[in-house]
């Protein structure tokens, strides 16, 4: 952590927090921390000692320490210098660093003052100001702006550019500038709505056109469904009735499996209301549908009319969408539906299908326990955690492979497994004398382990 920039002589609190390995939580340190500060790259200390905790009845685990910065420390001006502290938790070092800065004071060089560069600089200022007072410099400046003054107002320069930005203001204002509806107040106004609209303030510029057609038809006596366009503008105003012509509509119909289309409606006139043109149509077998049918759909000629110009929607060719007529389900008394749904539930339990094992209830009581117990990690009546840590600083030994067996050769396999983070295997055993067998890539083990379980 970089701790910031300090002066000489200042006082430099650092702080330290402990955690214990293996869970991450706050846990104070078997003895307090100790601390170390080394100069840039030098690899002896200049500092040394140990911290202290810091208010001990409300946190754990948190020490802090003050030194000066002096010189009569160690400490100069613009070195930067490394904070090392080591604690050990549990018997496991720890440890971190802390950086910071003694700055470099910037000071007036005594040349500048005593030995006379300061003088030197005035004494030319002053030579320099006297030159353009006295010599006329300056004087000479100002009657050469003057000059130029009276060029630019008595000798036109001023004028030719004011006239040229006149006549490029009249160019940008054109040849019939009105303000009441050129001004950029008008244009503001008009870009509400008028520009949207196609110059006359009308609401007639469609910007969408939703298709209205259920995705699938239900196939019933006097069943009507309205297929319908939807009718928006950029204003979000619907079109009215006197500004719509509804066009036309023709209905095929395809049977399932079929490869050519027959005519139920050819160019029926449409309906309209405000923002929708629209066609009722009664789907059954009394008007020629039938069930499992693809059914297509033309609407044709339809167009919204504002201020004498036309907006055409769909056109003479037409917009052409599909649909489909659902296919009917049997009754829930047809025998064919029974004898269906009774070879289901048969595929679905097995051919070897017992109760007292593979039903509902045997595999949920399953599920309790030998789900987890009948695999690698046992099948006995007894949970039992075997921990793997090293011969060297007992840390843990994590993604050991760990078997158990219950003779001494290692033939008879009973569980096994793989350690977690923490070097834990969880096994379910039953109670007796067993043989633990580890094995890690740079670890040598002294194999098997003897374990007890009861």
């Not at 502290?85 to 440890?95: E, L, M, P, Q, R």
């Amino acid at each position: 952590m970089y701790l910031g920039s300090w002066a000489i002589d200042d006082f430099l609190t650092f702080p330290c927090n402990t955690h214990a390995f293996a869970s991450g939580a706050a846990t104070d340190a078997d003895a307090v921390p100790t601390y170390r500060v080394y100069e840039d790259e030098t690899g002896t200390a200049i500092m040394n000692g140990s911290m202290a905790k810091l208010d001990d009845t409300n946190t754990t685990g948190f020490y802090s320490e003050q030194i000066q910065l002096t010189a009569a420390n160690g400490f100069e001006l613009g070195k930067t210098y490394t904070i090392y502290i080591s604690a050990t938790v549990s018997t496991v070092v720890g440890t971190l660093s802390h950086t910071f800065q003694v700055g470099a004071e910037v000071a007036l060089h005594a040349d500048w003052v005593n030995g006379g560069r300061l003088d030197l600089l005035l004494d030319a200022c002053k030579v320099i100001a006297d030159d353009w007072t006295n010599a006329g410099r300056l004087d000479t400046l100002l009657d050469a702006c003057k000059v130029i003054a009276d060029d630019w107002t008595n000798a036109g320069r001023l004028d030719t550019l004011l006239d040229a930005v006149i006549t490029h203001l009249t160019d940008i204002k054109g040849g019939t500038f009105a303000g009441a509806t050129d001004s950029l107040e008008a244009i503001r106004d008009r870009g509400d709505a008028a520009w949207i609209t196609g110059g006359g303030g009308a609401i007639s510029d469609i910007l969408n056109v939703q298709p209205l057609i259920p995705l699938t038809i239900d196939l019933a006596n006097t069943a009507t469904v309205r297929l319908a366009l939807g009718l928006t503008n950029m204003l979000d105003n619907l079109p009215v009735t006197s500004e719509i012509t509804p066009g036309t509509i023709s209905i095929d119909r395809k049977a399932a499996g079929g490869t050519s289309w027959s005519a139920v409606v050819t160019d029926a006139a449409c309906s309209e209301v405000d923002g929708i043109v629209y066609y009722d149509e009664v789907f059954d077998a009394g008007t020629g549908y039938s069930a499992g049918d693809t059914i297509r759909i033309t609407f044709k000629g339809q167009l919204i009319t504002v201020s004498a110009n036309d907006f055409e929607i769909t056109g003479a060719t037409g917009w052409i969408f599909q649909t489909s007529i659902r296919e009917a389900m049997r009754g829930t008394n047809s025998a064919a539906l029974a004898t269906d749904f009774a070879n289901e539930m048969a595929a679905i339990k097995g051919a070897g299908f017992v109760g007292g094992t593979d039903s509902l209830e045997a595999i949920r009581d399953r599920g309790d326990s030998a789900w987890i117990t009948g695999g690698a990690f046992g099948s006995g009546s007894i949970e039992w955690e075997y921990t793997l840590t090293s011969s060297v600083g007992g840390t843990p030994i994590a993604d050991a492979d760990i078997w158990v067996t219950t003779d001494s050769a290692g033939a008879n396999v009973v569980a096994s497994g793989k350690t977690d983070a923490f070097g834990k295997m969880t096994f379910f055993l039953d109670a007796g004398t067993y043989y633990v067998w580890r094995q890690k890539s740079g670890f040598n083990f002294d194999n098997p382990d003897v374990e007890t379980v009861s």
